[in-house]
């Protein structure tokens, strides 16, 4: 009889953080008391809170852990499996109050901060069942969809509920799921196929992965279901080899969904079948660009081609084929079960739904978050992201990653959906979310985002090959202090030629992070320019080391820490000091910070 | 079949649903510049030069490749559009090698020709440009990545060929054509076929320049310096100096090479018609003593190595007879030298080839009859080289009077003129055997079912009583298609022509560069095609074996009939099973 359930993460996050030391010690501790058959250990997909790993929940009382060690394990082991004593120092539940609570009464997780404004459908099983069993996955009602489709409706009752719930794909572009389906649904072709995006690549995003990882069968689902409507009878999983344990599990999900009859020849007893495959990507993040991705699969190089045709028509092999990413799959066996109305009544007018985002940057709460469309970025900072670490202020927020744009503090109240964020120049994007405070400048983190799509151009058409290139070079010149204003406007005019004239979306969007830092920071830029100043502090040519002499004490450590040996005692004695101070040359001066960081009396600073 | 209405720059055309912005622009007669489109071969939308603005489309579409719509409006020459493929050329030549002045390619490129229309700053975009060694490696062709613009046209050019050993390697700004692992394309099964230096719109792919040894030969006082031009030169020559494509200048590209200062001019035809007697003689024999068959030609140097590369095990398939280029050096050098009292180490073949893998083909193994190491042919040349020679030597082409081959091998027959388009070397080898197995001189002697330019032609013939099933194929990707059917045993063919290159020698490797958009709406190898089929229909000698030029040296050199031992040992030789990667 188990009297206890142990969940424990088991993502890539907690994963990193040595969640299966966690697993295998609290296994063996449990084995040497004699407990195992009372005490289920249950390795699940991402609760969300990363920041926070390895964490674990135990059951009946709903406990959340934070930060469980190894070592941490026969105290609770000894402590609240055995006594039923909580382990309070290990008890996590910040409610985002300001009083911290006592943390001998915990609060269930959906009262925490992180979790409180949470709304959770694609991840609804992450961190809840143990994705590697199909019945913890049945159990929550799952292939119930699947059932409901091939024994209750038809392919166009599939897609008019797919159209009426009002679900946007959640890869970047938010074109109408729904609309997708019916036009795959209306080309002609004895061969149809069904794809799922799994190439997630925007730094920092890792939405797909967890579902992958979490809730491998919902995807499944869905596949199925969406090739029951369109009229297709094989789908592949495009997933990147970065991502072993989605693949492992996803390969463990597909197999056992065969063994019970799930996928193959006539699911449930229908005339329906559907085989489905994985396709690893090597890596290339065009390849998450859906005609890219296709033309990988069928075995050559990844490279987008001119659409139209559109996939709808002409796909993967030439034939008619829907391609989705996975949080749009995840949504859908929900939305068959629970009905349109349910879906569509959340979210915002244009854009149904939730959103997962990974959150990441200068924020308290690194992780992963799902939030009804329209929550204000406000609160997905503060009050799920529990705002900016050591008491900094908020300058901007990226969103959509390399294609994307940023949301400037003056507009922290926006309600996050896909068409706010396009009428501010920015994008959805598959939903990575970068904080950044005031430390962050602008222009710099318009070129970290460039340096990555000119890396990651796949060099077909001339706009994205070369000319994002050259405008990474004007972005540096700007760094470099050697930048003039003719230089902005030459910036603005190349990203609008790139983004007008280059084949794809990979280049169509490059110049984004750039044409919104103009837009909303174009003052930062200017500094660089005429007072050839970084505002931020942050790039090197533009800043220059300075000791105070009147603050050094003469200590000598900066002289020590410096690699260039660019610091020099002076001849000065400060008042109230007994030892000559110390100087930078700035000819020399490599703007490495060790000085800096390795003062203790606050006497260098950088201008 | 549907038509859609539209409007290019206001002029209404109405063109089939399915048809691009370009071939709508092109019906209405305005021009849409392109670089990196091929029709049905590169639609690729890569290089974005030939953006318009279009009604119902977001932004700019690429012309090539976007459908047209009912009613859709289309504006080709706005300020829009011009700025944006002002921006396109600027962007390719901030990572161009600009030594424009010497390339090869200079006031033949369609690069360089969009930018003088353009009036684009050359220097307008400065930085990272990569820089790329030469690929010298094989002995047709030189790739020159600096100037490389990565329209792909190579690429697809030899994916057409079913060689493909060609592809874009790495990405981003460093994204560059080149084999597979970066071997060296000569360690790679590339056919020499050169395909893809004629498609080329830059001087990225040219083919090896070999005038310098030819000029050197030529003030060389100690050389005997002959030339002997293959079949299909006559109908392209002209082109590279504003003729209209297929103009037959036979007479005047004779002219010229004697003002080049070549001691006697040939002509390949007549060693075309030896290759006829022998290759007659030869199927004949395998027929009647069992051989192994289909016999296929082994005129074009292409198809030859295509077969050694990808059907290795089937190269006994191939006629053992040398091609005419190889035939007519190996005479000059056995036969003529003997008659003109020349050592034969003296004698200098040059020949001028439609074909970069003829330059292949003169350094292979066992091409010398002369033995000594004595090489048949010592270099050959490209049309597109013999006309840069005749250009620096000053000489006015189109000015020039008609002249007449030389005597010995300046004698040939409508067969071998044929030679030079796909169908021809069957329909040769078809007149000499119909006649020698009925007796009769048959009239008349055309055999229209191998003509034309299909890819693959089957035909079958009853004669003397024999039912012959021939199959004539060009272009390598069409002699996988008959070499499959071999390998499968479905063939029934007694005798098949196979040339390497679509369309056969009037469309090789080596012939004059015509910009796309002509290859585009031209037929190319039909026109120069029909040059060669009018110049035999004129003559009077139509049959390989009525050349008088055959019988004398059959009866007074070789001393023998056709296939005798002196005849095969000049005339033949053998293949070797390759490997497709090297190191």
Redesign the interface.
């Known amino acids: 009889m188990i009297r206890s359930h142990v969940l424990i993460c088991g993502g890539t996050g907690c994963t990193s953080s040595h969640s299966h030391e966690v697993i295998n010690k609290l296994a063996e501790e449990l084995k040497s008391k004699g407990l195992e058959d009372e005490i289920k250990i249950v390795q699940t997909g991402c609760f969300g809170l990363c920041a926070l790993g390895p964490v674990m929940i135990i059951y009946p009382e709903g406990t959340f852990y934070s930060c469980v060690t190894v070592d941490d394990v026969p105290e609770i082991v000894d402590e609240h499996l055995i006594k039923g004593r909580i382990v309070q120092r290990l008890v996590y539940n910040d409610t985002g109050d300001k009083e911290p609570l006592d943390k001998s009464v915990p609060v269930s997780l959906s009262e925490t901060g992180f979790y409180k404004k949470q709304h959770r459908v694609a991840l609804r099983n992450c961190g809840v069942i143990n994705p590697e069993s199909i019945d913890e996955y049945i159990a929550m009602d799952g292939y119930f969809a699947l059932a409901k489709v091939l024994k209750e409706m038809t392919p166009d009752d599939v897609i008019k509920c797919i159209s009426d719930s009002g679900l946007r794909g959640r890869g970047g572009g938010g074109f109408p799921t729904g609309r997708k389906w019916s036009f795959a649904k209306a080309s002609a072709g004895d061969k149809k196929y069904v794809v799922c995006n799994a190439d997630e690549g925007d730094p920092g995003a890792f939405m797909d992965r967890s579902v992958l990882e979490g809730d491998p069968h919902s995807i499944i689902e869905a596949m199925a279901i969406a090739g029951y409507a369109i009229g297709a009878d094989e789908g592949f999983v495009y997933v990147r080899a970065e991502y072993p344990i989605a693949v492992k599990r996803l390969s463990i999900a597909i197999e056992q969904a065969r063994e019970y009859g799930l996928l193959g020849k006539n699911i449930f007893g229908s005339d329906f079948s559907f085989e489905l495959h994985i396709r690893l990507g090597a890596g290339a993040f065009v390849c998450g660009e859906e005609t890219a991705l296709m033309t990988s699969i069928e075995g050559n190089r990844g490279e987008p081609r001119p659409r139209p045709p559109f996939p709808a028509v002409k796909g993967l092999f030439g034939k008619p084929t829907v391609e989705n990413n996975v949080e749009t799959f995840a949504n859908i066996p929900q939305i068959i079960l629970q009905g349109p109305e349910w879906f569509a009544s959340m979210g915002t007018a244009t854009s149904k739904g939730t959103k997962v985002f990974a959150l990441g940057g200068k924020i308290k709460h690194t992780g992963l978050v799902e939030i009804p469309m329209g929550t204000t970025l406000r609160e997905i900072i503060e009050d799920i992201g529990g705002g900016i670490p050591d008491g900094k202020k908020f300058k901007a927020a990226q969103t959509g990653g390399p294609s994307g744009g940023c949301i400037p503090a003056s507009l922290i109240d926006t309600e996050v959906d896909y068409d706010n964020l396009v009428a501010i120049g920015c994008m959805m994007g598959s939903g990575g979310l970068i904080v950044m405070d005031e430390d962050t400048c602008m222009v710099d983190m318009a070129k970290f985002f460039l340096e990555f799509t000119v890396d990651e151009s796949c060099g077909k058409c001339t706009p994205c090959r070369i000319g994002t290139r050259r405008l990474l070079e004007l972005l540096n010149k700007i760094t470099d202090g050697n930048g003039t204003l003719e230089d902005i406007d030459r910036l603005e005019e190349l990203c609008n030629y790139i983004r007008q004239n280059s084949l794809c979306g990979l280049g169509q969007t490059a110049p984004n992070p750039v044409l919104a830092t103009l837009k909303f920071f174009r003052e930062e830029y200017i500094a660089h320019v005429v007072d050839k100043k970084c505002p931020a502090g942050v790039c090197k040519n533009l800043l220059t080391y300075v000791i105070d002499q009147d603050k050094c004490i003469g200590c000598g450590k900066c002289a020590k820490n410096c690699p260039a040996d660019t610091i020099f005692k002076t001849d000065y004695v400060a008042p109230g000091h007994k030892l000559a101070s110390y100087t930078i040359d700035p000819a020399k001066c490599v703007k490495c910070g060790a000085c800096l960081s390795g003062c203790k009396f606050g006497a260098i600073s950088k201008q | 079949m549907e038509m859609l209405n539209v409007k290019v720059n206001g002029i209404a055309v109405s063109v089939p649903k399915g048809a691009t912005i370009l071939e709508a622009a092109r019906k209405a007669g305005v021009e849409v510049p392109t670089l990196c489109y091929m029709k049905q071969k590169n ?7 030939c ?1 318009v603005e279009a009604t119902g489309a977001r ?2 579409v ?1 012309a090539c ?3 047209v719509t009912e009613g859709m409006e289309i504006q080709t020459n706005t300020p829009k559009v011009r ?2 493929r002002k ?2 050329l600027e ?2 030549l ?2 161009h090698d600009k030594n424009c002045l010497s390339c090869v390619r200079s006031t033949n490129c369609e690069l360089q020709k969009l930018c003088y229309e353009y009036g684009v700053d050359s220097k307008a ?1 400065e ?2 440009k990569p820089v790329y060694e030469l690929d010298y490696s094989t002995p047709h062709l030189v790739r020159d990545n600096n100037k490389c ?2 329209c792909r046209r190579c690429v697809a050019a030899c994916h057409e060929q079913y060689v493909s050993v060609i ?2 390697n ?6 560059c054509i080149g084999q597979p692992f970066d071997v060296s394309l000569a360690n790679t099964p590339c056919i020499s076929c050169g395909q893809c230096t004629a498609v080329c719109p830059t001087g990225a792919l040219v083919e090896r320049d070999d005038t310098d040894k030819v000029w050197a030969a030529l003030s060389d006082s100690t050389k005997h310096v002959v030339v002997q031009t293959a079949p299909s030169i006559r109908a392209t020559l002209g082109e590279c100096f504003g003729m209209p494509i297929g103009t037959n200048v036979e007479g005047k590209m004779v002219a010229a090479l004697r003002r080049l200062g070549f001691e006697k001019i040939f002509d390949t035809d007549t060693a075309a018609d030896f290759t006829i007697v022998e290759e007659a003689t030869e199927l004949l024999d395998r027929v009647k003593n069992g051989g192994t068959l289909p016999m296929i030609t082994s005129c074009s140097p292409g198809w030859v190595k295509f077969c050694e590369l990808y059907y290795p095990d089937y190269i006994k398939h191939m006629s053992s007879c040398k091609s005419p280029q190889q035939m007519g050096g190996a005479l000059l050098k056995t036969y003529w030298a003997e008659k003109m009292g020349y050592d034969p180490k003296d004698v200098f073949v040059v020949s001028i080839m439609p074909c970069t893998a003829k330059k292949f083909e003169v350094g292979r193994e066992d091409m010398s009859a002369a033995g000594d190491g004595i090489v048949d042919v010592d270099v050959a040349l490209t049309t597109r080289e013999l006309s840069r020679m005749i250009n620096r030597a000053g000489i006015k082409f189109c000015d020039l009077p008609d002249e007449d081959f030389d005597p010995a091998f300046g004698v040939s027959t409508g067969a071998a003129v044929i030679f030079g388009a796909t169908g021809g070397v069957m329909e040769a080898a078809l007149r000499t055997a119909n006649d020698v197995l009925t007796g009769k001189d048959m009239k008349p002697v055309e055999f229209h079912e191998v003509r034309g330019t299909n890819g693959v032609k089957e035909a079958s013939y009853n004669i003397a009583g024999m039912d012959i099933k021939v199959a004539v194929a060009s272009g390598a990707a069409n002699a996988k298609y008959i070499m499959d059917k071999i390998k499968s045993g479905e063939a029934d063919w007694t005798f098949v022509e196979i040339m390497g290159c679509p369309g056969g020698c009037v469309n090789g490797g080596g012939q004059p560069i015509q910009p796309q958009h002509v290859r585009d709406t031209v037929d190319l190898k039909a026109v120069r095609a029909k040059a060669l089929y009018d110049q035999d229909s004129a003559m009077k000698l139509r049959k390989s074996h009525e050349n008088p030029v055959v019988k004398e040296v059959y009866d007074n050199y070789f001393k023998g009939s056709y296939g005798c031992k002196k005849a095969h040992h000049t005339l033949h030789t053998s293949y070797i099973a390759r490997e497709k990667y090297t190191k």
């Open positions: 639609e690729i939308g890569a290089c974005r030069i953006v932004g700019l690429t490749v976007y459908p700025a944006a921006t396109t962007l390719i901030s990572t975009f930085g990272f613009i990565l592809g874009a790495n990405r981003g700004i460093d994204t």
